[in-house]
């Protein structure tokens, strides 16, 4: 064999041979490597394009302008608020187009099902404002009802027949002709970030989940971040290696692998159950997310420890620093970009926990915008899930569009941490 | 003995060392002749002597050079540095020594148009037999790298003065006798001397190998002829200090 | 010992040269002015400043190091030889008690610095690596400014109260360090951006910041090119006169060109010590001439 080998050109057409094989087998790896990444690219291609094609629609929303005759025999001045505007509205809409109301006063109904139900707090904050209107015309903007809304996206539409719409031909027609008066208009659908939730569609935002996310995250990210780095430091730098501690890290690394729904369980059971803790609060929403952030907080810190060279160490050591000298001032902060990217991946992945959120009680409705940490509040997954139970139509773009929203808050906070990462980065 | 982990440099010592055992072995020839020329009256060997001498200064300047490249080179540490030093000692020695014998044959040359002198020769050639044993001697331990052997020649320098001196005292009373001879006495007398260094230059050796092998610089001063009570007397023909 | 080709009594210790007035004066005793004394050429060693008693060093079950009693004078450089793995960087370890740091590492014997066992439970570890400092094989600045890497020591010890104390500090100890003048104009770039010569000299600033007594160095010049090495051995030279210093080097020439004591290791054991000059003229040990003469090893 050796003298084959020696001989070179036998040796040469063995090399040249074996070449080609190489050769072909790198080809073949690097195919399969960008046909897995073009297979990845496409499923994530298809998920956001089925997002932004149903969401998109929810960014913009359609209103009206509304002439209303306030007619002071049916408003009281010192108590505006009582007046049904919207009825009163509807019946001057009516009365409008020629069409009389019939004795139950559906046709009036089917009038009021056009507009939103914010016209008449619309109408009241002017006419508390200014009493002075009681008596003139006052042109009112409001928001089309949700079914309105849809009708004029081209959701509803007249070849289905009428018992399975939501709208009849009639209301169709007074849809139309309004159009055709040049008093719709379609603008950015503010309502939807400004509001909190609402059983009406068109008046529903996610204001309310978001803040109530924000004050979880508030919670979770001052429990978790400290706690998890403090045990990760003295784990990785001052505990002795023995069999307690390795106990310790298994038990860690199956703790970051147990369903979240266990964790709201746990939640349930201890905190709420146990310890009465106000249901559904950010509190007890932050202190779950926290349980479930820490065993990956550990494991990030642990590893960027570890990659801190032991020269940097000895050298501390050899000056003169005690342990924890060492260890605060010379292998955290050159940790840090580790630890910092631990920390914001694992409060992205906290952002969007559903299954515990549901268990602790944050699935029922919760309108408004919270201000404390212990009253209940809704949040953004549940805020989703809930919205996809619900019946009306219109919450279906709204869903979409809550989920476009949560996952623009998780590529920000993505985004963030590898600024933040590439920005406290020191070369050793 | 351990080999040098480079080969190379284990050579490259062993070739020095090979190198001045073989100048060693040319010295030694050289003296051998140059004495037999003299007894025997041989005018080629004495040529032969006197040219052959190149050949020993070439041979120190190699080994010189050889000394100095092994040292600039493999940065020799004790055993091997004094090794190194030694063969240039060895080299300067040795030279010196063929320049002796070199000298002796010239003055063979010149004795050889004159008449024999048998009796004295007889001494010079007992005389240099002595000093060439020693030499011979001390080279083989050179070659053997024993001490003991070359302590042995180290400790017999006093015979070769013994020699002299008597040599000496000679050659005075025949000066003395008849004034026609002096030119060859004193010729004579010259070669006594170059003998009795010859026989310094072979305890130099002892020494410089004892250094080598020890690292220890020989303790005791040479063995040396004490003059006796009547030997201080400058008036005396036989007086003399070697 | 002496070279008798190289020395006779007239010219030991002269300038050398023989012009014969020269010689006149040395003859009658008249001054001769004398070079500076420095390394090698006989300037006098201080007292013993660590004596090792029956060290052994032990990692787990394994021993390390087997019963080294060693003297290490003071003012002076002492060089640990030997082989890989003979056990010389874990003696070195032992006189700055670094082996603590290693987990199941476990030293037997007496260390005493100025008569004091640095072993005992009265010797804060802190505090002796504050007396005894170490420079590494490869240089290990902090990832911090060269200012803040020579302030560092005298900070955490609390050596100094003002600033301009500070200031002063660290600009003596790069001064002695040989760094001033390079690095005097940008003391607060970053430490990483010198060169690996430039580093280690800072290294040995940084340790001298804290006014050591002890300087171990464990291989200081096996990352460094021959100008950076010899710039770090003329400073060992000079900082000699001030510190003990104990250097472990692989590096057998250095070993002779800069030390006064050398300590010859093989398999965990001292084998031979003594004074530079005899153990590479003419050792004890056939250990020692053998790994020397590069007989194996």
């Known amino acids: 064999m050796t003298d084959a080998i020696s001989d070179s050109a036998e040796r040469t057409r063995r090399l040249e041979a074996g070449l080609k094989r190489r050769h072909g087998r790198e080809q073949r790896f690097r195919a399969y490597g960008v046909l897995a990444i073009a297979v990845a690219v496409a499923f994530l291609l298809l998920l956001l394009g089925r997002i932004i094609d149903q969401g998109h629609r929810a960014f913009y929303a359609h ?125 950015f659908n503010s309502a939807l970030f400004r509001n909190g939730d609402s059983t009406e569609p068109e008046l529903a935002g996610v204001l309310g989940a978001v803040v109530g996310s924000a004050l979880m995250l508030l919670v979770t990210a001052g429990l978790a971040i400290p706690i998890g780095v403090a045990a990760a430091v003295y784990l990785q730098e001052f505990s002795p290696r023995n069999r307690l501690t390795a106990l310790i890290e298994v038990n860690i690394n199956n703790l970051a692998a147990v369903p979240s729904i266990v964790y709201g369980l746990l939640g349930l059971a201890l905190f709420i159950n146990w310890m009465h803790l106000p249901r559904a609060s950010p509190l007890v929403g932050g202190l779950v997310l926290a349980l479930m952030a820490l065993p990956t907080i550990i494991i990030a810190t642990r590893s960027a420890l570890a990659a801190v060279p032991p020269s940097i160490r000895e050298a501390a050591l050899a000056m ?44 029922s409705f919760m309108p408004g915008v919270p201000h404390s940490v212990t009253e209940p509040v809704g949040a953004l997954p549940s805020l989703i899930y809930i919205w996809e139970n619900a019946s009306e139509r219109a919450f279906h773009e709204r869903t979409a569009a809550a989920i476009l929203v949560l996952l623009a808050f998780m590529i920000v906070m993505n985004a963030a941490a590898i600024v933040l990462r590439r920005r406290f980065e020191r070369r050793w | 003995m351990n080999t040098h982990t480079v080969k190379a440099y284990g050579d490259e010592l062993n070739q020095l060392t090979a190198e001045v055992a073989r100048m060693g072995g040319l010295a030694e020839a050289q003296v051998a002749d140059a004495v037999e020329s003299v007894a025997r009256r041989d005018v080629a060997l004495a040529r032969a002597v006197v ?45 010196r020594t063929g320049d002796l014998a070199k000298n002796i044959g010239k003055r063979a040359l010149i004795l050889a148009d004159s008449e024999p002198l048998q009796p004295l020769t007889r001494s010079i050639e007992r005389m240099g037999r002595l000093v060439s044993t020693r030499l011979r001697d001390v080279l083989d331990a050179y070659t053997a790298a024993e001490v003991d052997r070359a302590l042995a020649v180290w400790g017999t320098d006093d015979e070769v003065d013994e020699h002299y001196n008597a040599l000496f005292r000679e050659l005075l009373t025949y000066m003395m006798g008849d004034p026609r001879m002096i030119s060859a006495c004193t010729h004579l007398l010259f070669m006594a001397k170059n003998l009795e260094r010859i026989g310094d230059h072979a305890t130099n050796i002892a020494e410089t190998i004892h250094y080598e092998i020890t690292g220890d610089d020989m303790i005791g001063e040479r063995p040396r002829w004490t003059p006796g009570p009547g030997d201080t007397d400058l008036s005396h023909p036989a007086g003399q200090v070697a | 010992m002496k070279f008798r ?46 004596a090792a008693r029956d060290v052994s060093v032990f990692y787990g079950q394994k021993q390390a190091l087997f019963d ?55 010797i804060d570890p802190v505090l002796l690596r504050a007396r005894v400092g170490m420079v590494f094989q490869k240089p290990n600045p902090f990832p911090k400014t060269i200012y803040e890497n020579v302030a560092y020591g005298p900070r955490i010890h609390g050596l100094t109260t003002s600033k301009s104390e500070l200031d002063g500090v660290v600009e003596a100890s790069l001064k002695r360090a040989g760094l001033w003048e390079e690095v005097s104009e940008r003391l607060h770039t970053a430490g990483t951006g010198l060169s690996g010569g430039q580093q280690q000299r800072l290294v040995i600033a940084r340790a001298i910041a804290v ?59 001292l084998v031979e010590t003594g004074d530079t000059e005899d153990i590479f003229t003419n050792p004890r040990e056939r250990r020692t001439l053998d790994y020397i003469t590069g007989r194996f090893g």
């Open chain 1, 320 to 363: 003169g620093a005690s342990r924890v000298q060492t260890v605060g001032q010379h292998v955290l902060p050159l940790a840090m970009p580790g630890v910092m990217t631990g920390a914001i991946i694992s409060m992205a992945h906290a952002l969007g926990e559903t299954a515990p959120l549901l268990l602790i009680g944050m699935v």
């Open chain 3, 211 to 269: 006014e050591p007594e002890v300087i171990l160095m464990d291989e200081p010049c096996s990352a460094l090119d021959p100008i950076a090495t010899a710039k770090i051995e003329e400073l060992i030279d000079e900082l000699r006169e001030r510190y003990c210093i104990v250097i472990v080097t692989h590096s057998m020439a250095q070993a002779a060109r800069v030390s006064q004591r050398t300590a010859f290791f093989h398999m965990g054991r």
């Open chain 1, 63 to 187: 209103s009206t302008t509304v002439s209303v005759f306030m007619d002071p025999s049916r408003i009281d001045r010192t108590y505006p608020q009582g007046t049904n505007f919207l009825q009163m509205a509807a019946e001057q809409q009516l009365a409008r187009y020629g069409v009389q109301d019939d004795a139950l006063g559906l046709k009036s109904t089917a009038m009021r099902a056009l507009f939103s139900s914010e016209l008449k707090f619309r109408a009241a904050e002017q006419v508390r404002d200014n009493p002075g209107l009681i008596g003139r015309t006052v042109a009112i903007t409001t928001p089309m009802s949700d079914d309105a809304d849809l009708y004029f996206k081209g959701e509803i539409s007249r070849d289905v027949p009428p018992e399975q719409r939501r709208l009849s031909d009639q209301q169709l027609d007074w849809l139309d002709r309004m159009k055709a008066e040049g008093v719709v208009g379609s603008e």
């Open chain 3, 68 to 122: 080294v009693s060693l003297d290490i004078p003071d003012k002076s450089v002492t060089s640990l030889i030997g082989p890989s793995g003979c056990g010389k960087s874990t003696f070195l370890r032992t006189m700055n008690r670094m082996n603590d740091t290693i987990t199941g590492c476990k030293v037997t014997g007496r260390i005493e610095m100025d008569g004091s066992d640095i072993n005992s439970r009265d």
């Open chain 3, 5 to 50: 080709i190289f020395r006779s009594p007239e010219n030991e210790g002269a300038t050398g040269g023989g012009d014969v007035e020269r010689r006149d004066e040395v003859v009658t005793g008249a001054s001769v002015p004398m070079p500076k004394a420095r390394a090698g050429s006989g300037a006098p060693l201080g007292p013993t400043k660590i």
């Open chain 2, 51 to 95: 040219e052959r001498d190149v050949k020993l200064d070439a041979m120190h300047r190699d080994i010189e050079k050889k000394a100095i490249r092994l040292i600039a080179l493999r940065q020799p540490v004790a055993s091997d540095l004094r090794k190194a030093l030694s063969a240039m000692k060895l080299a300067v020695d040795l030279e």
